[in-house]
């Protein structure tokens, strides 16, 4: 029979591996969208507006911090959240351009496909506070 530290410690596993799948789908769509943005066949619109390109590059920095997670967790999941937290409030603010209002609404930052990036992020950061109170009571022990 397990432990009572056994399941905390087997949680902290499942909770850590959840992250790193979900920043790994997360990373992947965006480098998909990306990617068949760049292939398109037919001739590019218009020039993209800078406030547009600031958010693409956000959005790339997070892609590359969710798989700098993948190695070194506190790095990732802090320059995952500070490009997530940037875009955010590019998007609060209302600034890109398209059928995105901004502000507290359903095409602002209450869109659900933007809130989903903050998972991996939030469970990073969960990982972490569980490892650090572990660590704190087995202080506490010896």
Do not use: D, H
């Amino acid at each position: 029979m397990k432990t009572g530290r056994e399941r905390k410690i087997a949680a902290i596993v499942v909770i850590r591996w959840s992250a790193r799948v979900l920043g790994l789908i997360m990373a992947g769509f965006l480098l998909l969208m990306f990617i068949g943005q760049s292939l398109e066949s037919y001739p590019p619109s218009e020039t993209i507006a800078p406030i547009a390109a600031i958010g693409l590059a956000l959005m790339g920095i997070y892609a590359v911090a969710m798989f700098l997670a993948l190695k070194w967790e506190r790095l990732g999941s802090f320059l995952g959240a500070a490009a997530l937290g940037s875009f955010f409030v590019i998007l609060f603010l209302g600034l890109l351009p398209g059928n995105i209002s901004g502000g507290f609404s359903s095409k602002g930052i209450l869109n659900p496909l933007f809130l989903a990036f903050w998972l991996p992020i939030l469970l990073y950061l969960l990982c972490r506070g569980l490892e650090k109170r572990e660590r704190k009571r087995k202080k506490e022990v010896l």
